[in-house]
């Protein structure tokens, strides 16, 4: 992915470089005179002014930026080439208008048929050029006239005029190289992105942040080909607008999902109103200006700086993975405020490549940690699923089942009843990488009251502290209490104790084992090892746990990291089937 990333890069300095080398004149500043006389014999016999506009561009005159629709123009103007060219060069026009180009009063190509009405008009292309050979194009000063006509244009589009230069003759020049390649590799492989997420998505699991990623390629990839569509395909300049409002409508829902990607990616809350507030800000931004280009611009900086402010906010909570999110972002509006990048042209292409490639780099890498951790999950659940149907433990169990249905038939139903909610309680945890703190403790009661049963000793938990609110692993506390039954005689009533501490950062967890009569026991260390992985899983390095015995009491300590209420929900989510 970070070679798709560098080529993109690298593809664009390229061009970037490569298009003032291609470049021989350029006629965007050039100042037309309005040429008098009969529309139809615009550019035969026009004279106009021998004023050397090249070394005055900022004289008094018209501008094709200036052209208004529903008008005829017959405009004429002088350039100076520096040197004959060694070979053919193309004269490029990108005007939304029908045009015939005049070279020294010399007709040189037509785009459409200009007229002096919207009947007789035939609507030219918005990407014209014409070939043009060195003797056409001898040094010195040369007469340029443009016989034009903008009936079918429309009035909402502020400015009809893109390109006017001279090239040298390529196969593919500069302007298509920055217009079509670079945005062409980046659909390509956004799409190849859509089809990995649409797989990922159908049969591996549905984050929802993983379909908004999927439906932001899709929109980017089909923005970067509507973007090229000029270049690419060409069309009738009538239809530009349709494609000026494709542009702002997918501009603007990829400057929506953006922002909402990052909220549920980072699980803030009130999704619903932050994302209509962004909706509204979005659109509200358009009205600024009337230029296109500029109201797309103001909505992918909004977006930007949405998206910044959101991973600020996730980098400050210590959300995983905000800081690499806040640097990306970073690093895109700096792009997006660099001038020398051309938002219009190729800025926003290389934005979108920076952006999205990391973000799925990003995500790519999580998907592989799911996968291990899911991997973890389900051998700590095999684990769990064996600890609880130990042999031995069901052998003394059903041994005293059967003394029982002799002695206290009641009593023995009350036991098969404990064995049942143990079972059942095991086999629901173990589906889970965490459960309440309070269900665990109804696990370890109910399993003391299993213990009370076989030893016919009570067998009780005492509590000091506030239980509610606190995620473990499934069945840490019940390790300890099995843990403590395989290296005890308790002969005689038992009273463990669980002591819950609280500060502003953690909760201490510490279980109380009475040491009576210590006894041989060939373990293999899996109740310990189990509860260690168990931690790890649930807390990624945060918590500990330790024992130690002093006196005749052995002391579990388990150190917990406080998770909120939003923390606990998240989790008990992404659990959820």
């Known amino acids: 992915m970070t070679s798709t990333f560098t080529k993109c890069l690298v593809f664009f300095l390229f061009f970037l470089v490569l298009e003032p080398c291609l470049a021989q004149v350029d006629l965007m500043g050039l100042r037309f005179q309005h040429l008098p006389g009969d529309f139809s014999r615009c550019g035969e016999t026009g004279l106009i002014a021998a004023t050397d506009q090249a070394a005055a561009p900022a004289q008094a005159g018209y501008s094709l930026h200036d052209l208004t629709a529903k008008q005829h123009y017959c405009l004429g103007a002088r350039f100076l080439m520096p040197e004959k060219p060694g070979q053919n060069q193309v004269l490029s026009l990108s005007l939304l208008a029908a045009t015939e ?91 190849l992105v859509v089809l990995l997420f649409s797989g990922l998505t159908l049969f591996y699991q549905r984050h929802t942040h993983w379909i908004l990623f999927l439906t932001l390629s899709l929109v980017a990839s089909s923005l970067l080909m509507v973007e090229s569509w000029r270049a690419l395909v060409g069309y009738l300049y009538p239809f ?58 103001l909505m992918f900086g909004v977006a930007l700086l949405a998206s910044l402010l959101i991973n600020f906010i996730a980098y400050k909570r210590q959300k995983k993975s905000s800081g690499m999110s806040l640097l990306v972002v970073i690093f895109s509006l700096v792009l997006f405020l660099t001038p020398a990048f051309h938002f219009a042209e190729t800025g926003f292409a290389l934005s979108l490549c920076f952006l999205l490639f990391t973000l799925l780099l990003q995500l790519l890498q999580q998907f592989a940690r799911d996968k291990q951790k899911a991997a973890l999950a389900t051998q700590l659940e095999n684990q769990l699923l064996r600890r609880s149907l130990q042999p031995h433990f069901l052998m003394n169990s059903l041994s005293l089942v059967s003394e029982l249905l002799h002695q206290s038939p009641q009593q ?13 309680m095991l086999n629901e945890y173990a589906n889970h990488t965490s459960i309440a703190l309070t269900q665990e403790l109804e696990l370890c009661q109910n399993y003391l009251e299993i213990m009370s049963t076989r030893l016919q000793k009570k067998c009780h938990l005492q509590i000091q502290g506030d239980p509610s609110a606190i995620i473990i692993p499934p069945a ?9 039954f395989s290296h005890n005689k308790y002969r ?18 510490v279980m109380k084992i009475p040491v009576v009569s210590p006894k041989a026991h060939a373990g293999t260390g899996m109740g310990n090892h189990y509860i260690h992985q168990s931690l ?24 917990l990291p406080l998770i909120s209420a939003q923390e606990i929900d998240q989790k008990q989510n992404e659990e959820s089937p």
Do not use: C
């Open 240 to 297: 530009h607008l349709t494609r000026l409002y494709l542009v702002a409508g997918l501009t603007y829902l990829f400057s929506i999902l953006l922002p909402l990607y990052f909220l549920v990616y980072f699980r803030f809350e009130r999704l619903a109103l932050i994302a209509s507030s962004l909706a509204v800000l979005t659109a509200a931004v358009t009205f600024i200006s009337p230029y296109f280009d500029s109201k797309s611009a």
């Open 536 to 559: 790890q899983e649930v807390f990624d390095g945060r918590a500990s746990y330790v024992t130690e015995q002093l006196g005749d009491v052995w002391h579990a300590r388990f150190q």
């Open 412 to 424: 023995a139903e009350e036991f098969i009843q404990a064995l049942g909610r143990e079972f059942r």
């Open 492 to 509: 005689q009533e038992t009273r463990f104790e669980l002591h819950i501490h609280r500060d502003q950062k953690t909760i201490e967890i």
């Open 476 to 484: 840490i506390l019940l390790t300890v209490l099995e843990n403590a």
């Open 101 to 191: 180009l005049f070279l020294d009063s010399v007709k040189v190509g037509r785009n459409g048929k200009p007229a002096i009405t919207a009947n007789e008009e035939v609507p030219g292309y918005i990407e014209y050029s014409v070939s043009l050979t060195p003797e056409q194009l001898q040094q010195g000063a040369h007469s340029l006239v443009l016989k034009i006509s903008r009936y079918h244009g429309s009035e909402r589009v502020m400015n009809p005029f893109y390109d006017l230069s001279i090239t040298e003759h390529q196969g593919l020049h500069a302007a298509d190289n920055r217009g079509i390649i670079l945005p062409l590799l980046l659909t390509g492989a956004l799409l």
